[in-house]
């Protein structure tokens, strides 16, 4: 079956797309057509670029059609089903012509002609003369228009021992390189390919995207003695055997979302008549054996090592690829280069293993060991805030993933730490008198008013003498102790129109605040245009930016409404407004052994935030925790007798060194 990796990573492509500059240019063509053999990676860029779609169709915006075209008798319904069962706004077609009779590549489009050379049938002269006569065909109807882009996705056959002394090949090296293949091979027949390319290479802009060993999650497109062999073997035994020469080859290999991103990359912004490789890494079998063995140390994998029975001098099977830092997208380099080989080579073993149950995602998680700890930490702060409540006759909520964790779990979300609480804000008048100055003496408010340097749209309330933040917020001097969040639900318009306006100029307003608080120009697209408004911003003070931000989130407080949305201000562009009546009654939910208050229409607010399937779990693949935590340190929390200990260094916000003893 089609495995939940499987669209975690189809859905990391839409993602990507999204998040760089090829949207824009994307919605810029009439029809985007992935024309394919048996590459499973076609179905990844279809699916991404399809879900994209999707979400614009959603928003009533431009964007191409999809579609996938089935060549050369491709075979895998599984991939096809999921295709029309989960990415509805993705077209499948049986072959071209079937194709032609609902679109015209006459209009501006995108084709992509996937040729999969690691697939022995291409050494079979007649399969190869078939193909070269279907690609010249597929050439001259993409060439019909002279916008149109089309691009040879040729997913290269293995790669030989390259010559002594040669690490890497380039693209023109290649031909050089295997110019001894014979006429038949493989590599000669990507010469071929390239060929009818050339012929149009005046006419269209054309370009060839050749791509070594895809790593991906139920993907074969990488030589399986890498891989495969190796989880199977794991899996199958118990083991995985070293052998004398795994240090001595060298490979390279794609991810799947770096390949398909570059694919898009190379379409979009690559020179026209130009051949990019495309790859990511360099390593040996030995590297990938011992980072599945360091990865799944849990399963008490037994290590063997065998000798050869010759050795052999350091070869090397290496695509080149540094050309693709020639085209002019910086931000999708820095992207291309944020995947590591350890996590794509986890994300295809998990998928490979297939057992969820007893194969966990890392062995060491991003709070090393600590969840426990701060979550009874967290636990601590949730109960004096409901202990306040209760003698102030405060109504408040858990709320968000923590209203979720109750129904759900019963306590916390297990891949997660969030405690969330709101309040209307009539309510939240009523909490900041009593709140903050009946805290115990560990916890601390934190809100601009209490706490300048600190600006967030919503309160938080911190533990002392800890440390729990991300990059972002740990760069301003304030307190930055595990918390739990305060959020309160304002009134919004009851109108859609004036919703929408309400909260697209509360998103405007979030990141002008955000921009001021850090007080340097935005690193992404928006770079020019904050460089130039910054000077502007920066003659009034960021206390005045944030009653600028209270003010406009406040606006329809004072009106008759019946919708409302939280502090943020974000959930109403997921889901638009909540309706206000489900605010009105509270029952009691269980929570780590404790009860608290949620909504009465609790089922409503969770369909409403998370979906009609809010119970059911997420893919494995995306149990992670949504905070990018950096620093964590617990003090004297992190041993259970901490508060005994003596003569303990007090914590002071600008680093380690200039601490002092705590007095006795």
């Known amino acids: 079956m089609i495995d939940q990796y499987v669209f975690n990573e189809m859905n990391n492509i ?3 797309i999204k998040a760089l500059p090829m949207l824009d240019k994307l919605a810029l063509y009439k029809n985007v057509a992935i024309v394919s053999d048996d590459s499973l990676s076609a179905y990844y860029l279809c699916a991404g670029i399809a879900l994209v779609k999707g979400k614009m169709e959603k928003d009533g915006l431009p964007f191409p059609n999809v579609s996938i075209v089935i060549e050369d008798g491709l075979n895998n319904k599984e991939y096809q089903n999921y295709l029309k069962k989960n990415i509805s706004s993705a077209e499948i077609y049986n072959n071209i012509d079937e194709y032609m009779s609902k679109h015209s590549l006459s209009e501006k489009s995108i084709v992509f002609r996937f040729v999969n050379l690691k697939d022995k049938k291409y050494d079979n002269v007649d399969r190869q003369a078939e193909t070269l006569q279907k690609l010249d065909n597929l050439m001259q109807k993409t060439a019909e228009n002279s916008e149109s882009i089309f691009q040879l996705v040729a997913i290269i056959p293995d ?11 380039s693209e023109r090296e290649y031909e050089v390189i295997f110019s001894n293949k014979g006429e038949k091979s493989r590599e000669k027949y990507l010469i071929k390919l390239e060929d009818v390319l050339r012929k149009y290479a005046e006419k269209i802009s054309v370009n ?5 060993n895809i790593f991906a999650p139920l993907m074969s497109e990488i030589d399986s003695s890498l891989l495969d062999d190796v989880i199977d073997e ?16 060298y490979f390279s290999a794609v991810y799947i979302t770096q390949a398909c991103m570059a694919m898009l990359q190379i379409a979009l912004f690559g020179r026209k008549g130009n051949i990019y490789n495309v790859s990511s890494w360099h390593f040996t079998r030995y590297d990938i054996k011992s980072t599945l063995y360091s990865l799944f140390s849990h399963l008490n994998l037994e290590l063997k090592y065998e000798k050869n029975s010759a050795s052999i001098q350091n070869t090397y099977h290496i695509l080149n690829p540094k050309k693709i830092l020639l085209i002019n997208t910086p931000s999708f380099n820095k992207k291309q280069n944020s995947i590591t080989l350890k996590s794509a080579i986890h994300m295809t ?43 102030n006759n405060i109504k408040y909520f858990l709320a968000g993933g923590t209203m979720l964790g109750a129904v759900r779990h019963k306590g916390f979300i297990p891949w997660d730490d969030d405690v969330d609480i709101a309040m209307l804000a009539s309510e939240y008048e009523k909490f900041m008198k009593v709140c903050p100055p009946n805290l115990s003496v560990e916890h601390l408010y934190q809100t601009t008013s209490l706490e300048p340097t600190s600006l967030y749209t919503h309160d938080k309330i911190r533990l002392k003498g800890t440390f729990f933040s991300t990059k972002y917020s740990d760069q301003f001097l304030m307190e930055n102790g595990v918390y739990i969040d305060v959020f309160i639900y304002y009134k919004t318009s009851d109108n859609v129109k004036k919703q929408e306006r309400h909260i697209r100029q509360i998103h405007i307003m979030r990141r002008l605040l955000g921009m001021r608080w850090v007080n ?25 930016f944030k009653k600028w931000y209270e003010k406009l989130i406040g606006k329809y407080e004072k009106k008759n409404t019946n919708s409302l949305l939280d502090s943020t201000g974000l959930n109403l562009e997921k889901v638009k407004a909540f309706p206000k009546e489900w605010f009105d009654e509270f029952i009691e939910g269980e929570f780590e052994g404790h009860k608290f208050p949620i909504l009465a229409r609790y089922d409503d607010y969770l369909k409403h935030w998370y ?39 007090k914590e002071d916000l600008r680093g380690e060194l200039y601490e002092k003893y705590s007095e006795i």
């Open 159 to 169: 790669i030989g021992s390259l010559p002594t002394g040669i690490l890497g090949v």
């Open 349 to 391: 073993a998990l998928a490979r293993m297939c057992d969820y149950d007893n194969f966990v995602t890392e062995p060491i998680d991003v709070y090393y060991g600590k969840i426990d700890i701060i979550r009874e930490l967290e636990m601590q702060t949730l109960l004096e805030v409901d202990r306040i409540c209760r003698e």
């Open 14 to 16: 839409a993602v990507n």
């Open 520 to 544: 340097y120009p935005r690193s992404n697209i928006h770079y020019t245009l904050s460089k130039i408004a910054l000077p502007f911003m920066r003659l009034f003070s960021t206390k005045t």
């Open 234 to 249: 794991a899996k199958a035994s118990n083991s995985i055997t070293i052998y004398e020469n795994d240090c001595k080859e």
């Open 611 to 649: 979906g009609k399937n809010y119970m059911s779990l997420l893919p494995i693949s995306a149990r992670t925790s949504v905070h990018s935590v950096v620093r964590i340190d617990l003090g004297k929390y992190i041993l259970p007798d901490g508060e005994k200990i003596k003569n303990l260094h």
């Open 208 to 212: 060839c995207a050749r791509v070594d």
